[in-house]
């Protein structure tokens, strides 16, 4: 891990609390940052408690084969971008870009910043 004063500032706000959306456009999830590690080579990787469309922690969805239940580990945070508290149950219109759902502005989210 490397000094967080020195992390790209696209990772700054990926903070322990934040509310985040995966950048998959199919089959969106949301989750809650549980912590954090950035590498020197640029990378960030952000833990994550999911949650289901209704507001339930669903923990992890990949495979634990021996690892944490309660998050998904490691996910690189190029993946994901921050959102504003969820107002759950989620529709399906919440998951379009621009929404009221996302931090940011259009062009923002769509750089990934």
Known sequence: MTDPHQMPARFRDFVSGAWVMSKDGDSPQVGKI??????????CCIDIVLYDNDGNKIGRA????????????MCPADNWMRIAAPNFPLRQEQWLVGSA???GTRKQLERGC
Do not use: C, I, N, Q
């Open 62 to 73: 990949s495979p634990p084969e021996g690892g944490p239940r309660t998050f998904e580990p």
């Open 34 to 43: 549980k912590g954090r590690a950035w590498y020197s080579l640029g990378d």
């Open 101 to 103: 759902l996302h931090v």
